[in-house]
Nanobody
Framework: QVQVVESGGGVVQPGGSLRLSCAAS????????MNWYRQAPGKERELVAL????????NYTDSVKGRFTISRDDAKKMVYLEMNSLKAEDTAVYYC??????????WGQGTQVTVSS
C-alpha cells in the first residue's frame, strides 16, 4: 500500500523549533520528489518546501526561507522538515506529499503544528 505518514507536530512557543518526519512505504521512494504542504485554518493548502530526487535540490516558499530545511534519507525512506524560529503564522496542519507518475497526488494524514505563547 502506497502511503506517507507524518509525525513530530506539537505546540511550541514563538521562536522555538520542531522537526517533522514523514515515513514513506509502498513505493520506490528514491524515484520521487517529496513535498511538505501546510494548511492553516480558513486558508488554502500551500506548498512549503520540496526536495527533488537524486540531487536533492530544494525549494521553499518565501515565508519560510532561512528558517525551514527539508531533507531526505532514501535509505530510510524518510523526509524531514526542520523548522526553526517558528512564528504564530506557521500554525497549520502540515502534510507530506508526492505526485505519482500518473499525476495522482498522495497525501498523508497531516500533523498539527501550533505556535503559541
Amino acid at each position: 500500500q502506497v502511503q506517507v505518514v507524518e509525525s513530530g507536530g506539537g505546540v511550541v512557543q514563538p521562536g522555538g523549533s520542531l522537526r517533522l518526519s514523514c515515513a514513506a512505504s509502498g513505493f520506490t521512494f528514491s524515484n520521487y520528489a517529496m513535498n511538505w504542504y501546510r494548511q492553516a485554518p480558513g486558508k488554502e493548502r500551500e506548498l512549503v518546501a520540496l526536495i527533488t530526487r537524486a540531487s536533492g535540490s530544494t525549494n521553499y516558499t518565501d515565508s519560510v526561507k532561512g528558517r525551514f530545511t527539508i531533507s531526505r534519507d532514501d535509505a530510510k525512506k524518510m523526509v524531514y522538515l526542520e523548522m526553526n524560529s517558528l512564528k504564530a503564522e506557521d500554525t497549520a496542519v502540515y502534510y507530506c506529499s508526492f505526485a505519482r507518475a500518473s499525476g495522482n497526488r498522495i497525501w498523508g494524514q497531516g500533523t498539527q503544528v501550533t505556535v503559541s505563547s
